[in-house]
């Protein structure tokens, strides 16, 4: 069992150990889709701020034009001055819209991207714990094939002794004063 049991937790530890590194990869891909949207916010303000101005712009223009309307004695919501208020209108509208959908594409261009990184790191987080267990597995079917311990009675035709008894041979043990056959036997303990 033995055979087994060490194989495979060595293969635990080395699977804990790139479960941790995955961690760390998957914690620094949240953080891209983090500063992604964050990114995207500010691109997406920065065209909401485009559209204020666009607006400003309009009403800007259009107050001119009833000014100028009014001081030539011009009803300024008849005739050629309503229809200049009308294209200034129609101008910043589309203007506007503009800023507007470029606005909606960045948001949703950072939001893909934030998801995108968030995808990775879960399939980081997924192929760690897939290679621990796979890791494990081979590491237990390798331990397996290597069978165990000789049974007492083993292939060789020697039997183990019932405890082991390196002194067996003698009272006062020198490994210096036995021959390497000695030392042998008293191993088997006969």
């Known amino acids: 069992m033995a055979q087994v049991a060490v194989p495979v937790g060595m293969a635990a530890i080395s699977g804990a150990a790139g479960i941790q590194g995955a961690k760390a990869e998957a914690r620094g891909l949240g953080a891209q889709a983090t500063q992604t949207r964050m990114q995207a916010r500010s691109e997406a303000l920065k065209y909401k701020q485009q559209g204020v101005a666009v607006l400003d712009n309009m009403l800007r223009t259009m107050a001119t034009q009833r000014a100028a309307a009014g001081a030539g004695n011009i009803d300024a919501y008849s005739g050629s001055a309503a229809f200049m208020r009308v294209m200034t209108q129609k101008a910043g509208a589309g203007e506007y819209y503009t800023t507007r959908e470029g606005q909606t594409i960045v948001t949703r261009q950072g939001e893909l991207q934030a998801m995108e990184y968030e995808r990775q790191a879960s399939a980081v987080m997924k192929a760690a714990r897939n290679q621990a267990i796979v890791g494990m597995l ?10 165990g311990a000789p049974s007492p009675t083993g292939g060789l035709g020697l039997s183990a002794p019932a405890t082991y008894q390196p002194l067996a041979m003698s009272t006062t043990y020198n490994p210096l004063q036995q021959t390497s056959s000695q030392q042998f036997m008293s191993l088997l303990g006969d």
């Open 138 to 147: 081979q590491a237990g079917a390798t331990g397996a094939m290597m069978g």
